[in-house]
């Protein structure tokens, strides 16, 4: 019986550090969002697809030698979901990148790589640097940032140009020790440009900025882009590393290592506010959309920007019917504009260019469908699910930007850009 008591009692001994084991990793697994919102978890073992960027994700490919390039980006890491790793007090997320490179010539994967990373909650933003192997080539590149915690992933296309030495991911460029991810700069800042090889000149066309707004979804007429350059200068290098110039106001500069290549780098020049609206002029070109053309000419051809702004001010009274209601519309519209802003600015402003134009128009998508060269969004209609389609498709004959989606345009859509239209114009514009 002595035995059999110690028997006993050494097994009730293991059951309970067993259970003191479990009950610690079950502590240890406790969970919590960057911000202070209950939690819920997703229980479901397959990932979900994020429908929209909560990450705002930022990238940028960098050929540093002639056989690897660095994928250089950064995201917010508010909408993560942090879990404690171990019985220690910090939460973390995990998080896992992968990559994948598709040759466009060849159309094939030529190569991909993933790697995790563990994400401190005291970071709100978080940065991450990843060499992948690649050659004298363009790429459509694929990638992935998974949140393991939360079992969600987003989905990521741009473009790697890197099949000659004038190509724009041969070049970094750098304002106050930060990388530059996306291809604007505020005016008058002053930014360093590194280029792998040291060459002894870098050429530079500078052009005025004069776009005007996307013309509506059903019109036959899109303006060409056409290569006429303003003024020229060129840039030595300093101290053999890196060259230097300082972006002047309503510019944009097309940077490359041989002039008689049009491969290069585009800078837009952004005023300080951005993506916010600056003024008075601004206000009245971006409302635009929505004037017809005699409400239009009549703000535009005031010279003075006082009177700019009060007669827009009275175009939204007009159109509300009251001062509270004109509020309400006034900040909804353009909202919608410095989202655009924020979302599609390239070589000229985001609201201006046609992905610009219907969202500030129809609002965000419900859906989107991207590919390596296109896009699709989808609206619901007279309550039917996405029986609203849009479709852009990359312009890679753009010397400036890979990032010029041009919208398929049709008859089709003016009967309904005029209802909406007249919709906004009876206040009946909502965020969401």
């Known amino acids: 019986m002595g035995n059999n ?15 003191i084991i479990v009950t610690m990793i079950l502590i240890s697994r406790c969970s919590s969002y960057k911000k202070n919102t209950s939690l819920s978890l997703n229980q479901n073992k397959f990932l979900t697809i994020a429908q929209e960027d909560l990450l705002n994700a ?11 390039t660095t994928l250089y980006s950064l995201i917010d890491t508010h909408s993560l979901l942090f879990s404690r790793l171990d019985t220690g007090m910090q939460f973390y997320a995990a998080v896992k990148f992968s990559v994948y ?14 790697k995790n990373f563990y994400i401190p909650q005291s970071q709100n933003t978080f940065s991450a640097s990843i060499n992948i192997p690649t050659s004298y080539d363009n790429y459509n590149a694929k990638i992935y940032i998974t949140d393991l915690n939360k079992k969600t992933r987003y989905s990521y296309y741009t473009e790697l140009k890197i099949h000659n030495d004038n190509a724009r991911n041969n070049f970094l460029i750098v304002h106050k020790s930060n990388l ?15 280029h792998r090889k040291k060459t002894s000149i870098l050429y530079v066309d500078v052009f005025k900025y004069n776009h005007t707004p996307a013309p509506p979804p059903f019109s036959n007429t899109y303006a060409p882009i056409n290569y006429l350059p303003d003024s020229s200068f060129t840039l030595n290098p300093i101290n053999n590393e890196y060259y230097e110039f300082k972006v002047a106001p309503y510019k944009y500069y097309h940077i490359r290592i041989h002039q008689n290549q049009v491969d290069g780098l585009t800078i837009f020049s ?14 009245l070109y971006t409302t635009r959309y ?36 004109a509020k309400e519309l ?18 000229k402003y985001g609201w201006q260019t046609d992905r610009g134009m219907i969202y500030i128009i129809f609002g965000p998508p419900e859906k989107i469908q991207k590919s390596m060269s296109s896009e699709k969004w989808y609206y ?53």
């Not at 159309?107 to 790589?113: E, K, R, W």
């Not at 530059?180 to 590194?194: G, H, M, N, R, V």
């Not at 990359?394 to 989606?405: G, I, L, Q, R, Y």
Request: with cysteine.
């Open 5 to 19: 008591t110690k028997i006993i009692h050494a097994f009730m001994q293991r059951i309970y550090y067993i259970l």
């Open 58 to 68: 930022q990238f940028y490919f960098y050929r540093h030698s002639d056989t690897s």
């Open 101 to 114: 490179l598709y040759s466009i010539n060849k159309n094939i994967l030529t190569d991909s790589i993933t």
């Open 180 to 194: 530059l991810f996306k291809p604007y700069a505020i005016e008058q800042s002053t930014l360093k440009i590194y």
């Open 270 to 283: 952004i005023d300080s506010i951005f993506p916010n609206i600056k003024d008075a002029q601004e206000m």
């Open 290 to 325: 929505i004037m017809n053309k005699n409400e239009y000419e009549r703000c535009v051809n005031n010279s003075i920007n006082q009177e700019t702004k009060k007669c827009i001010d009275n175009f939204w009274i007009q159109i509300a019917g009251s001062k509270e209601r």
């Open 330 to 347: 006034i900040k909804n519209y353009y909202k919608r504009v410095m989202d655009a802003n924020k979302l599609f600015t390239s070589y």
């Open 380 to 432: 619901s209609l007279n309550n039917q699910k996405n029986a609203l389609i849009f479709n852009f498709n990359k312009n890679k004959t753009n010397p400036f930007t890979n990032s010029d989606f041009v919208l398929e345009r049709n008859e089709y859509y003016k009967d309904i850009w005029y209802l909406t239209i007249d919709k906004i114009r009876q206040g009946r514009l909502i965020i969401k």
